[in-house]
């Protein structure tokens, strides 16, 4: 059976009976960084963790198509490539995307992760220059990317998909945040910014004037999408994450909980990483306690954009951009 069937066939299974497309297990919450529109940053003593064995327990249980590997940042912890080898299984599911600020990645690194059975990587770009740095109080990061990302697409592995957590701060340069990444050769997503990690309201695109903005930004990128740029997210989607903001930054009818769940370090299981005082044991659990009453409709990231669309527009950009959640 090819890898796209079993995708495909995964796909109708997991609907049918309520199974996840996505987990993002975030296997620490160390960063090395420390982003203004994040929550996480600082350097936790004594995390506690599940052992990899208790994450791929999580992982059979669920059996999503997709696995992201994410933190915080994944290449603080020192087994971070035991932990990909341990979901890899070749030419099956799952899909393995790697989530990182590629800060700690180097062309070595990025070989052995790609040895280790890692299909996709999404790599973080808030800004096109050195204020991508300042967002991320890592010195010299923007260069970092610079130099490495055409390292990498020059390998031929078309495996890179560059993501930007639209904020009040950066949506003016998103076309600017394209050309550099066309310029490396690499697609580039979006994910909106949610208050809810911070509780700092003031990184939401909410005025007017901000709005009218904004839309004007959205229009290029579609304009620049239909024109063949290799932008993940879809006409439908790109509309959808302005319609968030113009809604007061909030889209209802969320499906996560049962299209995506998230698993902590210490192997507990949360609905999103918003929710991170909701902690569960089982998938099941957050189905029968979580999604039942859930209202929440307090971001539009990547994740829940992508996982709660058609199959039809999911197969469509993937196919049409190649490239990863
Ligand atoms: C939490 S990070 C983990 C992986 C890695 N440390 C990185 O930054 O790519 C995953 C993604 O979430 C985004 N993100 C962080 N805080 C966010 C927020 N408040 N709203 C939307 N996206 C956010 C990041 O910019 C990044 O693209
Ligand atoms: S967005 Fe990623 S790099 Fe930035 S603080 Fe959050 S986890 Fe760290
Ligand atoms: S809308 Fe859904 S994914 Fe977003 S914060 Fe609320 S529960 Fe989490």
């Known amino acids: 059976m090819s890898r796209e069937f079993e995708a495909a066939s995964g796909w109708i299974a997991n609907n049918l009976m309520s199974r996840p497309w996505a987990i993002s297990i975030e296997i620490t919450h160390n960063c090395n960084a420390n982003c203004l529109h994040c929550d996480k940053g600082e350097h936790i003593k004594d995390e506690k963790r599940a052992s990899i064995e208790e994450y791929l ?193 909030k889209t209802g009818n969320c499906k996560v909980g049962k299209r995506s769940f998230v698993v902590n370090p210490d192997g507990s299981i949360c609905p999103c990483a918003m929710k991170k005082d909701l902690a569960y044991k089982t998938h099941k659990e957050i189905k029968q306690i979580f999604v039942r009453h859930n209202t929440c409709d307090q971001c539009f990231i990547s994740l829940r954009a992508n996982t709660e669309k058609p199959i039809w527009e999911l197969v469509r950009d993937i196919w049409s951009t190649r490239a990863s959640l």
């Open 57 to 249: 327990r999580i992982y059979k249980e669920a059996k999503p198509i997709v696995v992201q590997i994410s933190g915080g940042e994944p290449m603080m912890r020192k087994d971070y490539l035991d932990i990909v080898k341990a979901f890899h299984n070749p030419g099956h599911m799952p899909y393995l995307v790697f989530v990182t600020n590629a800060g700690l990645l180097t062309e070595e690194k990025y070989d052995e992760l790609k040895a280790a059975g890692v299909d996709k990587f999404s790599i973080s770009i808030d800004f096109p220059d050195e204020r991508h740095d300042e967002n991320r109080k890592v010195k010299g990061l923007f260069k970092h990317l610079d130099e490495l990302i055409p390292k990498i697409m020059a390998k031929g592995n078309n495996d890179v998909t560059m993501i930007t957590a639209v904020t009040r701060k950066n949506y003016p340069y998103l076309m600017d945040n394209l050309r550099i990444v066309e310029g490396w050769g690499a697609a580039l997503n979006f994910s909106m910014y949610t208050s809810g990690r911070t509780g700092d309201e003031d990184l939401l695109i909410r005025s007017a004037e901000d709005l009218k903005k904004f839309r004007a930004v959205m229009d290029q990128l579609i304009e620049a999408k239909r024109q063949g740029s290799l932008i993940f997210s879809s006409e439908e989607i790109l509309n959808r994450y302005y319609a968030f903001f113009e809604n007061g930054a």
